[in-house]
T-cell receptor, first 114, second 114 residues
Framework: DGGITQSPKYLFRKEGQNVTLSCEQN?????MYWYRQDPGQGLRLIYY???????QKGDIAEGYSVSREKKESFPLTVTSAQKNPTAFYLC?????????????FGSGTRLTVV | AQTVTQSQPEMSVQEAETVTLSCTYD???????LFWYKQPPSRQMILVIR??????QNATENRFSVNFQKAAKSFSLKISDSQLGDTAMYFC???????????FGKGTSLLVTP
């Protein structure tokens, strides 16, 4: 079945560490997205990519980095520069960048700083 | 800037009753798409319903329907015959034809009680 796979489901990070969240899709979608979800804040856009080898910053990109070397994959790295990384992270994809049919979402990764 | 506002952080409804969740948005564009997503306790995001702005007819999906008022920039979700499984966070989202990613509201937490 086609879908988006996020891993791991839970991730713990020590202070000063970089961690990478995985997002893989087999839907043949061109566009992929990373959102951060905090209580009472809704979903806030971190990065998006409308095509392979190209990506753009979203509203809260500071302290994060991404790559899009393959159409299927859009990993997110949370760097030590992100001061408050504890949150729920959602990856999504759409057929095209205009997303007229909305997104397909992964099941999320819960990141906790310990 | 295109913003989405959900003015009801929490709502409660009894089983079998009807409830309406509010959403307003701000845009200067005429062509866009609106969505309601459901996030149950599993945190998996599920598309409930979508509306194309150029269609005057309100979208309906089984027990879910919308009241789309383009001039008022309002997009409310009505859930009829509420079921316990409808308990979830509900997010309103918007994207214009020229947009690059969905803008989400902060969500409404809906509790369905027996």
């Amino acid at each position: 079945d086609g879908g988006i796979t996020q891993s791991p489901k839970y991730l713990f990070r020590k202070e000063g560490q970089n961690v990478t969240l995985s997002c893989e899709q087999n839907l043949n979608h061109d566009a992929m997205y990373w959102y951060r979800q905090d209580p009472g804040q809704g979903l806030r856009l971190i990065y998006y990519s409308q095509i392979v080898n190209d990506f753009q910053k979203g509203d809260i990109a500071e302290g994060y980095s991404v790559s899009r070397e393959k159409k299927e994959s859009f990993p997110l790295t949370v760097t030590s520069a992100q001061k408050n990384p504890t949150a729920f992270y959602l990856c999504a994809s759409s057929m095209s960048g205009t997303a007229p049919y909305g997104y397909t979402f992964g099941s999320g990764t819960r990141l906790t700083v310990v | 800037a295109q913003t989405v506002t959900q003015s009801q952080p929490e709502m409660s409804v009894q089983e079998a009753e009807t409830v309406t969740l509010s959403c307003t948005y701000d845009t200067s564009e005429s062509n866009y798409y609106l969505f309601w997503y459901k996030q149950p306790p599993s945190r998996q995001m599920i598309l409930v319903i979508r509306q194309e702005a150029y269609k005057q007819q309100n979208a309906t999906e089984n027990r879910f329907s919308v009241n789309f008022q383009k001039a008022a920039k309002s997009f409310s979700l009505k859930i009829s015959d509420s079921q316990l499984g409808d308990t979830a966070m509900y997010f309103c989202a918007f994207i214009s034809n020229s947009g690059y990613a969905l803008n989400f509201g902060k969500g409404t937490s809906l509790l369905v009680t027996p």
